[in-house]
Every structure is written in C-alpha cells, then in structure tokens.
C-alpha cells in the first residue's frame, strides 16, 4: 500500500516551500528543529467540511489504517513523493513509523529538499536501527533542490541512491550534506549582475554597468537555471532509471538488502 505525496503545484505550495523557518519540535527526550513549512502542512486541517479539526496527517493515517485492516492486511507500507512531495513523505513516514502501528515503513523519496537538523537525523536513524522505517532518497546529480544552500544546518537521511549520467549509484552513508552543483555557482555569477541592476535602479540610482553588458550574464543565468530544473523534474529520473537498467545487479537490489548495507555502514562509523 502506497501513500503518495504530490509535488509543488500551485502558488500555495509554493509559499510552503519557501517557508524555511525552523520549528522546534519535542520528540521525547529528543530536541529537533525541522522545516516549518512542511511541518505546517501536514499538520494544517483538512478542507473537508464537519470533519472537526482533522489534520492531513490524521486524516491520511486513518484512511491508511482502514485499508490496511479491511482489504490490505499484512501488505508492506511505502510512502512516496517528488520534491515538496518527497520531504512531505519523509516527515510523514517517520511519524508513521514512530506510531509502530506496521512493521515497517519504507520511504521513497525522489529530489526531496532538506528536511530537518541533526538532531532530526539521529533520531530518524534510531529509528532506522530499530527496525521501524527504511528510506531511499533517489536524487539526480546538478539537481540543486536537495542541496539548497538557503536551508542552513539542516542534514538528509536515509540511503542516497543518486542517479548520475553514468548509471545509478547508491551511497548508504556519509550523504548528509551533498555538495552544491557547480550549475548552481554559474547560476549566482550570472543573476548576480542583474539584481545589483535591479537594486540601483529601484533605489534611484544609476547603475555602473550598461544594460548591454548584463546579456551575457543573463544568458549564463537561463542556461544554469535550465540545467538545474533540467534535472529536478521527473523525466530525468526517469531517463537515468533507465540508464541504470544496463548496470549489473542494480533492479535485483531489494530495499531489504539496502538496508543491511546502510545498517552495516552505521555501526562501522559508529555515528
């Protein structure tokens, strides 16, 4: 039974987004800070008139549990989504996996952005040791979604299975903090000029920099945006999936057998 998390769509989405504010959240003895803008979407009430104060998060448990006892009993539980979709899917699995109302979650995110602090990892990976929840965190190489340098002191978790131009390749620790594209660099080279421009003439002041000479570095801005959205959006994972197709071994991967090496790599770190 899968619980699937869609991506950004609409401006509001957007808004949740952009919404980098840490919350601190109480889990036990433990003390995190997370992404408040997802945070405060799972948590927000449903649409849905007369359901009282609902959450989306009590509401998609509730729906999941009446499935899982009606007709699914015994099936295995995965929790999936692209981007805003894939954070959103993180959060929610772990607190599906805390409730230890299934044996096991499995999460398969897909260009997930960074979702909480340190203090959220290790409590996520005492989960992982536990036996409670397993995460894929499939991402693209020069997809600058799940690196964003504006969401500081925040780490990923989970398994990195990073799919490169050259075939997958699935790193099982050490990923907590992957280096920024160097498409993202060219990116600030090129909008740099631009805003000053657009900053000096809003204030009233003439800019040093002729409006002819800002086309190159607009020109350098438009290609490195498109490279990195080139690789955010769905169709390139699909394309490096298929790349992976050619690599020996790497379909008969279970997520069980990734899990014993990502297990085995955190006892050897001890971390």
Known sequence: ????????????????????????????????????????????????????????????????????????????????????????ATLYGLRLAQSEKFPVVNIVSYASPYVGTEGFRKVFRQAELDGLVRHIRVSNSNDCIPVNPCIGGFEHVGVNLELRSTGPVMIYEGVENPSIPAAFFTFCLGAGPILLKFLVTLIGFSSLVPTILLLPSALLA???????????????????????????GFLALTIEEAYEKRLKKIAETGA
């Not at 991506?7 to 989405?13: K, S």
């Not at 509401?59 to 009446?66: D, M, N, P, S, W």
């Open 1 to 88: 039974v899968t619980v699937a998390f869609r991506g950004t769509n609409t401006p509001t989405d957007l808004l949740v987004d952009l919404d980098f504010r840490r919350f601190t959240v109480k889990d036990g003895d433990a003390l995190y800070g997370v992404h408040n803008g997802f945070r405060k979407y799972l948590n927000a009430e449903t649409a849905e008139e007369g359901d009282g104060d609902t959450t989306k998060l009590e509401e998609i448990t509730q729906e999941l549990e009446a499935i899982m006892e009606s007709d699914c009993e015994g099936f295995d539980v995965f929790v999936t989504g692209h981007s805003l979709g894939g954070a959103l």
């Open 222 to 248: 438009y290609v490195s945006t498109n490279i990195l959205l080139e690789n955010h959006w769905f169709d390139k994972h699909r394309e490096r999936f298929n790349t992976g197709l050619e690599s020996a």
